[in-house]
């Protein structure tokens, strides 16, 4: 598949390239804690204008024409539509994730890090795609796709690209060290309490780690610095409507209808 959307039968590329758009980049301010059931209000927030936002994708991120893609109205769902298309042959594992959004969506703000790291990860790789939270215990949300995606070796590399007022959400307990700076995410699988103690007394000992998973190389940067340097192969685009209110909408139809034909 190439950026015009063209298919070779039985051929896939080696690492295959997503961009993965969240129609709450080109919204500002950045909305943080939404109100659930609900959208922003319309008085209180700017939505990129359409010719700003088309540019932006034809120039910056190198779009042309239709791409195969999903659409999705919540960020969640694409974790789920993903493992379809990978487990129908459409899409190739490990692949490259360009991620436009005002949230990194890698853990920060809800709890879901912690059956992950505790027990999904026990699991051996090829069967963490069907995330089965015990009652009580947060799964995959909005707020933490990506590390389920990362937790599966879905993803190769992931860039977080974010609009003004986003950037610096970054999880500390799923980078490489612990190190908020560090340039790779590195899942460390371990014990309840071990993730307790750490996140308790995050400059204690280290925790007794039961494994590793392998580091995924990591970068995110301000929108205005940002071009892309190779095509993409397909292109997402969701609508999370508690992040972006209703004037946002239009502008969601002409990305779709520009850049994405729907698999």
Known sequence: ???????????????????????????????????????????????????????????????VGRTPGILTEKHD???????????SGVLAAPFHVTHLDAHADLGSGDLGYKYLMTSLLLRDHRERSHPDPPPGKVGVTEGN??????????????????????????????????????????LACMSPKELSAMVSSPRGRPPSIEHLEPAVPYNSQNWRNFQADQPYDFVCLTRSPQYSPATADPLFEVIADLFIEPI
């Open 145 to 186: 796709f990506l590390l389920f995606a990362i937790a599966c070796r879905w993803i190769s590399d992931l860039s977080y690209i974010y609009g003004d007022g986003g950037g610096s959400d970054e999880l500390r307990f799923v980078m490489q060290g612990f190190n908020l700076e560090s340039d790779s995410i590195q």
């Open 77 to 87: 769902a694409l974790f789920y539509r993903w493992r379809g298309v990978i487990d």
């Open 1 to 63: 598949m190439n950026s015009n959307g063209d298919v070779k039968a039985g051929v896939l590329p080696a690492i295959p390239r997503i961009l993965d758009i969240d129609l709450d980049f080109f919204v500002q301010p950045v909305v943080t804690n939404p109100e659930p059931g609900s959208r922003p209000c319309v008085e209180g927030h700017t939505v990129w204008a359409e010719d700003r936002a088309i540019d932006f994708l034809r120039e910056n991120c190198g779009l």
